[in-house]
């Protein structure tokens, strides 16, 4: 069973910067397609970024295109996100989220549906 492990959340000043991780079990990265999706307080989820599961391609939405980067470390099995320039608008539960994939793959989107999902961070951004 896969289970995905997210830590690094917190209160951060407009402007700071947070990593985000997020630690993958049961699956190995080269067959999952792992991604960063959050929710705001009374609003939906949305999906921001993804990593294929060959690691070759990488996507974002727009509002956080330049600012967020994700990353993984295939040694330890874990994703990061590496958040900066931070807005109060982007305080919302982070969650890190997956669905399994063992084909070579030629992108991802940050909106495909997952299958598997971690319990989720809280990030604050407020001064």
């Known amino acids: 069973q896969l289970q995905l492990v997210e830590s690094g959340g917190g209160l951060v000043q407009p402007g700071g910067s947070l990593r985000l991780s997020c630690e993958v079990s049961?699956?190995?990265?080269?067959?999952?397609?792992v991604g960063w999706v959050r929710q705001a307080p009374g609003k939906a989820r949305e999906g921001i970024s993804c990593?294929?599961?060959?690691?070759?391609?990488?996507n974002y939405v727009n509002s956080v295109r330049g600012r967020f980067s994700i990353s993984r470390d295939v040694a330890e099995n874990t994703v990061y996100l590496q958040m900066d320039s931070l807005q109060a608008e982007e305080t919302a539960t982070y969650y890190c989220?997956?669905?399994?994939?063992?084909?070579?793959?030629?992108?991802?989107?940050?909106?495909?549906?997952?299958?598997?999902w971690g319990e989720g961070v809280e990030v604050n951004v407020s001064s």
């Open positions: 989220a997956a669905y399994r994939n063992f084909l070579p793959t030629s992108g991802c989107s940050p909106a495909a549906p997952m299958k598997f």
């Open positions: 049961g699956l190995t990265l080269d067959s999952i397609v």
């Open positions: 990593i294929s599961n060959t690691g070759t391609w990488t």
